[in-house]
């Protein structure tokens, strides 16, 4: 046991940060969890109509699930809603070639699952209430870290100051720890706003993923559970930035247009949008994920296009790297802060990270490509791609986390 307040503060409890105190629950870490929003958990609305959904919604594969189900934190989602998806069609809105996903491809029964943000982050905040090794401190902000006590000093903006042995930020892709800490990014623009938006269908989605890709950017709509005879789905519409302004101030019939144009008739006809929100996309990559009783997890330490719904079952991975390192740590009686622990973490993290995000670099490019030869090469390949079963079910593979 390290001297000082807690052995581990973990900064930000979104879904990475709440992941982490609980998967760190009984490990003989004493652990707080500091967070900037409100300490109760977020309002989760019984009813289905186009404005209930929770606009921020994420794609999360089977080993994303499987780690919230060993958390204990699958079922309140499960239990409120989540939509599985078993077919996934991508298509070149540029061209006519399209490639089709099917679950039973690959032996199981659904490609992934669509849930909103807020009823993960509910799931976990109530799977950590009542954790006795866990001290809540919310609302909080973190607003300084200097060495100090038996590893780090970090000052509250409430006047309130905590030492760790560990500091572990969770605090999303602005990180304000990795800035005041000093952690060197390598990032760009992507030069593309992601708009995201509820939209009611005129039939159902079949429970299948739909992604059209073109030269200003892709479209992604992702199914939502249904009510009755309504059917929802989510939108991710990333556009450049220019396109990207003149869709965010359409009126919203303008906007229904646009999309079902967009759409090209698949999955059905849009009947309705909910008001749109848009995300600047920035691909960002701390050099190094740790140093001496600091790490970096998820959002903070990789943030990623969307185009390929992987940003956050990257993160999740994290977490469970992380947590099982310090798990191990504690077993052999070393510091958590130690660096050869935290090195650990980053050596079986960063390679996969990197190499997600180049795949997402490559497809970007091809897809915005405007050459009449790279677009018939797009085309022809994504032809061969959906008669290649052997290859089509390793990127499958490796899309799902298998
Ligand atoms: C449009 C879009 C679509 C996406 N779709 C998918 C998808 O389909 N599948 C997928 O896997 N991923 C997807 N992602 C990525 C995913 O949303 C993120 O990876 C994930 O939400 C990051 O979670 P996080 O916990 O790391 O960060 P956040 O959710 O940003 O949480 C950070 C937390 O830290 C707190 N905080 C910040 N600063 C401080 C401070 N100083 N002190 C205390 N607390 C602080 C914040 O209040 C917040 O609660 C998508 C992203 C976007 C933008």
Same mark, same amino acid.
């Given at each position: 046991m390290s001297r000082g307040d807690f052995d581990i503060v973990v900064v930000g409890a979104g879904i990475a940060g709440s992941a982490l105190a609980l998967a760190l629950r009984g490990s003989g870490w004493s652990v707080a969890l500091v967070e900037a929003g409100p300490a109760a958990r977020p309002e989760l609305p019984a009813e289905r109509g186009l404005l209930d959904f929770d606009r921020r919604v994420v794609a999360l594969n089977p080993r994303s *699930? @499987?780690? =919230?189900?060993? =958390?204990?934190?699958?079922?309140? $989602?499960?239990?409120? @809603? /989540? /939509?599985?998806? *078993?077919?996934?069609?991508?298509?070149?809105?540029?061209?006519?070639a399209c490639v089709e996903f099917d679950a039973s491809e690959t032996g199981g029964e659904e490609l992934g699952v669509i849930v909103e943000n807020r009823a993960l982050v509910s799931a976990l905040l109530e799977a950590l209430a009542g954790q006795r090794d866990l001290a809540w =401190?919310?609302?909080?902000? $973190?607003?300084? %870290? &200097?060495? #100090? #006590? +038996?590893?780090?000093?970090?000052? =509250?903006?409430? #006047? &309130?100051?905590?030492?760790? !042995?560990?500091?572990?930020? !969770?605090?999303?892709?602005?990180?304000?720890? *990795?800035?005041? !800490?000093?952690?060197?990014? &390598?990032?760009?623009?992507?030069?593309h706003r992601a708009i995201v938006a509820t939209v009611e269908l005129d039939g159902p989605h079949g429970d299948t993923a739909w992604q059209r890709f073109s030269d200003t950017g892709p479209l992604a709509l992702l199914p939502l559970p249904g009510s009755g005879e309504r059917h929802f789905c989510s939108i991710v519409w990333s556009q450049r930035e220019a396109r990207a302004a003149e869709l965010l101030a359409l009126d919203d019939e303008a906007?229904? @247009?646009?999309?079902?144009?967009? /759409?090209?008739? @698949?999955?059905?006809? %849009?009947?309705? /949008?909910? +008001?749109? $929100? #848009?995300? +600047?996309l920035r691909q960002r990559h701390a050099r190094d994920y740790v140093q001496p009783g600091l790490a970096l997890v998820a959002d903070a330490a990789h943030t990623i296009h969307p185009l390929a719904g992987q940003g956050l079952n990257l993160g999740l991975q994290d977490v469970a790297v992380l947590a099982a390192e310090l798990q191990r740590a504690q077993r052999r009686g070393l510091a958590p802060g130690d660096l050869a622990v935290l090195r650990r973490y980053q050596r079986q993290r960063k390679g996969e990270n990197l190499l997600m995000m180049a795949a997402m670099e490559g497809f970007k490019r091809l897809f915005e490509a405007p050459e009449p030869p790279v677009r018939w090469l797009r085309n022809s390949g994504m032809r061969l791609f959906q008669r290649a079963t052997p290859l089509k079910q390793q990127v499958m593979h490796r899309a799902m986390g298998l």
């Open positions: *699930r @499987r780690f =919230l189900q060993d =958390l204990g934190a699958w079922s309140a $989602v499960a239990d409120y @809603r /989540c /939509c599985p998806y *078993r077919h996934m069609t991508v298509w070149d809105g540029d061209g006519t =401190l919310a609302p909080e902000t $973190v607003s300084d %870290i &200097r060495p #100090g #006590g +038996p590893g780090w000093q970090l000052q =509250l903006a409430s #006047g &309130r100051r905590l030492e760790a !042995a560990l500091v572990v930020a !969770a605090d999303g892709a602005l990180s304000p720890l *990795r800035e005041l !800490a000093g952690f060197p990014t &390598r990032e760009w623009d992507y030069g906007f229904r @247009r646009a999309l079902e144009a967009a /759409c090209e008739g @698949r999955p059905a006809g %849009i009947v309705a /949008c909910s +008001p749109r $929100v #848009g995300f +600047p």
